[in-house]
């Protein structure tokens, strides 16, 4: 049979072997926020170990021991009550949960999406004079459109932003839920018709970065991605000054053929925003939408179930 030594080894080896070639980009983000959330997976992972794996030890242990074959196992047969294994199976889980209750709460709050940043990072403060810039998500079939009203531009599935500015986003949907989600930046966000959720955010390295909606919503849900670039200042402007060059002005009647349900939507810029396009989209104003006009039948039919419900 095989020894304890072995075993234990095994017990070890076999989960790690099972996360290999898993990405962790939640453990390894870029942004301020995610890191922080990142930190909270592994704080409450910790906590909870302190319980199962000594548990999952003694399963084994007690297996080994208490084996027919053991014979110089101390039997009890009428034993049924100690206290101090009483205080030790009660004490230590009611400890760990009041750590990880606590420390959860904290966090939370400190993490809550509608709320400003204070920090940069873990060494910089937002001071008075930062000012956010803001972008505003909608949630197409099946696609991402976003709003820069402040640089008057408007992108499908492209998505940019100088590092270490706060991000304050704001997200609808055109249609039917979607969850909008930068695993690099920050925790996903869900993004409801006639509904606005909120999320603020910080880029800290440059680079290209996976977005995604992380809420099935139909047939073109697997390909509902976008790229998030974290830019200097330099480059940001740049990015902005290449979509303005695009010539391609996003109106309320381009906008009704882009909200028509299509998949694998290529990256399109538009030089400019129809004055209170996104308003129009919340509050589902547009004349000639398929959602204003209550229809939210698409392709295949895979939400017509859906929009029945709603």
């Known amino acids: 049979m095989m020894s304890l030594s072995k075993l234990s080894r095994l017990f070890l080896v076999f989960p790690a072997a099972l996360f290999v070639g898993c990405n962790t980009v939640l453990l390894h983000p870029a942004g301020a926020v995610a890191a922080q959330q990142g930190h909270l997976i592994v704080v409450a992972t910790v906590l909870m170990l302190l319980v199962i794996i000594p548990v999952m030890v003694l399963t ?7 084996r027919k074959s053991n014979t110089s196992a101390t ?9 101090q294994l009483e205080l030790v199976i009660w004490a230590a889980p009611l400890l760990i949960i009041i750590a990880l209750g606590a420390v959860t709460w904290i966090s939370t709050h400190t993490l809550d999406p509608y709320r400003p940043l204070r920090r940069i990072d873990a060494a910089q403060t937002v001071t008075a004079d930062v000012k956010p810039l803001t972008v505003e998500v909608v949630a197409l079939d099946w696609k991402w459109l976003f709003i820069y009203p402040e640089q008057g531009i408007a992108t499908v599935n ?9 991000i304050d986003f704001k997200i609808t949907a055109s249609s039917v839920m979607n969850s909008f989600f930068i695993p690099s930046l920050a925790g996903q966000i869900y993004a409801m018709p006639a509904m606005q959720t909120e999320l603020h955010a910080v880029m800290n390295q440059p680079g290209e970065y996976d977005g995604f909606s992380a809420n099935y919503s139909g047939a073109g849900f697997s390909d509902m991605r976008f790229k998030f670039h974290g830019m200097s200042a330099a480059d940001f402007d740049r990015w902005v000054s290449q979509a303005k060059a695009s010539g391609q002005a996003l109106d309320r009647s381009r906008y009704l053929q882009l909200e028509r349900p299509s998949e694998r939507e290529p990256v399109q810029r538009y030089s400019s925003v129809a004055d209170g396009l996104y308003e129009s989209i919340l509050e589902r104003t547009l004349t000639g939408s398929h959602v204003a006009a209550g229809s939210y039948a698409v392709m295949g039919g895979d939400h017509a179930e859906m929009g029945a419900q709603r």
Do not use: G
């Open 75 to 83: 039997y009890l047969p009428d034993w049924d009550h100690s206290t």
């Open 158 to 166: 492209e998505l940019a932003a100088p590092v270490n500015v706060p």
């Open 60 to 66: 084994v242990v007690f297996a080994w021991r208490y």
